[in-house]
């Protein structure tokens, strides 16, 4: 089955303690049913000392659950449901179920590396 939310995505949090924070998707747990977004749900761990790590307290992303984001609209400039259709030439696209818009894949990989690097 497909992803509403996908790696790459503009979210926002709907509930808990972070609500009303935006952020793209760095990590998509499937298995798990969580997301981890960029700069949103920030903790702090204590860490052991590793190779290439020193010991201390370090603040990382924590995954959220799929269930406490909804996909960013730009069309509309808003939160949405998201819904499949099937495109032109019969291929599966993902829309905004408010304003009926379709929301494209997002750029991964080495072009959107190459784009941020600009």
Not at 10 to 26: A, D, F, M, W
Not at 47 to 68: C, D, F, T, W, Y
Not at 75 to 99: D, L, S, T, W
């Given at each position: 089955?497909?992803?509403?939310?996908?790696?790459?995505d503009e979210v926002v949090v709907v509930s808990g303690k972070?609500?009303?924070?935006?952020?793209?998707?760095?990590?998509?747990l499937i298995k798990r049913d969580r997301v981890v977004i960029e700069g949103v749900n920030i903790v702090r761990r204590h860490m052991k000392q590793g190779r290439a790590r020193q010991a201390g307290i370090v603040e990382m992303e924590a995954p959220l659950h799929v269930s406490n984001v909804?996909?960013?609209?730009?069309?509309?400039?808003?939160?949405?449901?998201?819904?499949?259709?099937?495109?032109?030439?019969?291929?599966?696209?993902?829309y905004c179920k408010q304003c009926d818009a379709t929301i494209p894949a997002p750029r991964r990989g080495r072009d959107a590396r190459n784009e941020r690097d600009a």
């Amino acid at each position: 089955m497909a992803e509403k939310v996908v790696s790459g995505d503009e979210v926002v949090v709907v509930s808990g303690k972070n609500k009303g924070q935006r952020g793209r998707v760095r990590t998509n747990l499937i298995k798990r049913d969580r997301v981890v977004i960029e700069g949103v749900n920030i903790v702090r761990r204590h860490m052991k000392q590793g190779r290439a790590r020193q010991a201390g307290i370090v603040e990382m992303e924590a995954p959220l659950h799929v269930s406490n984001v909804m996909l960013w609209c730009a069309n509309h400039n808003g939160p949405a449901r998201v819904g499949f259709r099937e495109g032109p030439g019969g291929i599966k696209e993902r829309y905004c179920k408010q304003c009926d818009a379709t929301i494209p894949a997002p750029r991964r990989g080495r072009d959107a590396r190459n784009e941020r690097d600009a």
